[in-house]
């Protein structure tokens, strides 16, 4: 039986973030496979829609990542909280 495309978890899979159940204000943001600039593109048009305070844990495996998104993110006034590598991709978590 295929899946109806207008189906409530149809949407779900491809929503660009979701929740971290465990800390409802952190948000992850899968942007494996999107170069950069485009992936600090799509991080800041996130983070400026979300409230002060929330995180946003972005998960990329552009080398440049590492070191250009925080970067940008401390020059937009925004708190890295941590830069680590999980397995193939950077793991940065930024508090807005």
């Known amino acids: 039986m295929a899946a109806c495309p207008g189906r409530w978890y149809e949407r779900l899979r491809s929503a660009p973030a979701t929740m971290d159940l465990e800390n409802p204000t952190e948000e992850v943001l899968d942007l494996r496979g999107v170069a950069c600039p485009l ?11 979300m409230d002060r305070g929330a995180r946003l844990v972005l ?26 590598s999980v397995g193939g991709a950077t793991r940065i978590e930024i508090e807005r």
């Open 39 to 49: 992936n600090w593109a799509r991080a800041k048009a996130r983070l400026e829609e």
């Open 59 to 84: 998960l990329a495996d552009d080398p440049r990542a590492q070191r250009d998104i925080p970067g940008a993110a401390e020059a937009e006034g925004w708190a890295v909280l941590g830069v680590t």
